[in-house]
């Protein structure tokens, strides 16, 4: 869990790291851009954690999806009385 929090917050600290590095790299030595390979670095980080949340999102989804159906299974044979729409 703790996990899949800090890979949320680098989806948005990554292009904030790399927007500073960029001016640094305009500001210190315009003609030579070695921001790119930063930007590369940092572009396959914010890659993996994009997959680490989005894999955490379909794992919450699928409990909450199972979670669902065993209550709906769990009222459907509980309930004594006949189902509506249809006389008891």
Same mark, same amino acid.
């Given at each position: 869990?703790?996990?899949?929090?800090? %890979?949320?917050?680098? &989806?948005?600290? $990554?292009?904030?790291?790399? !927007? #500073?590095?960029?001016?640094?790299?305009?500001?210190?030595?315009?003609?030579?851009?070695?921001?790119?390979? %930063?930007?590369?670095? &940092?572009?396959? $980080?914010?890659?993996?954690? !994009? #997959?680490?949340?989005?894999?955490?999102?379909?794992?919450?989804?699928?409990?909450?999806?199972?979670?669902? %159906?065993?209550?709906?299974?769990?009222?459907?044979?509980?309930?004594?009385?006949?189902?509506?729409?249809?006389?008891?």
């Amino acid at each position: 869990m703790l996990e899949t929090l800090r %890979a949320i917050k680098f &989806l948005f600290l $990554a292009p904030l790291i790399l !927007l #500073f590095l960029l001016i640094v790299n305009w500001m210190t030595s315009p003609g030579d851009w070695w921001v790119q390979w %930063a930007a590369l670095g &940092l572009g396959i $980080a914010w890659v993996m954690s !994009l #997959f680490r949340v989005l894999s955490a999102l379909v794992v919450a989804g699928g409990l909450a999806a199972l979670f669902v %159906a065993l209550r709906r299974q769990q009222e459907g044979t509980s309930s004594t009385d006949a189902p509506a729409g249809r006389p008891g």
